[in-house]
């Protein structure tokens, strides 16, 4: 670890309201790693990745009410300096076929201890969300 330039792994906290329901990190299936209940928007979860230059990582998580954009969303915090608030963020809501820009979710949800950045969503019940990992400039 280091400052936020090249790093050889990156930390990221994240949460969905309601669900995750996956995680991909270069082309990898690592829902397995990600340390939290996925089923509990209230906790925490974390995963530690080996940077990749260029590698996407994906989320993909579920509101149990509606669209994501009124009634959850996603927050992430990662320690290169990535957050919600990278405007590199695409999202996607038929399962990764076409991307675009997240709406902003208006859910009263936030990532405790403290909201650190805007809470991503879609205009659907579930959606992915991704970005390149690489560290903010």
Known sequence: KGDK???ETVTCTFTVDNEVTGVVYASVDITAD???DKSDWRQLK?????????AYLVVKG????????PNGGFMIDC?????????????SEDDGVTWDTPCESTSPFNLN???????????????????QLDPVS
Do not use: Q, Y
């Open 5 to 7: 330039g090249d790093k």
């Open 79 to 91: 320690d290169n300096g990535i957050t919600g608030d990278d405007s590199r963020w695409e999202a």
């Open 62 to 69: 579920c509101d149990s009410v509606g669209d994501m954009c």
């Open 113 to 131: 201890p403290e909201p650190t950045s805007r809470k991503l969503g879609v205009n659907a019940k579930c959606g992915w969300f991704r970005i």
């Open 46 to 54: 974390t995963f530690v990745v080996t940077h990749v230059p260029g």
């Open 34 to 36: 990600v340390v939290g």
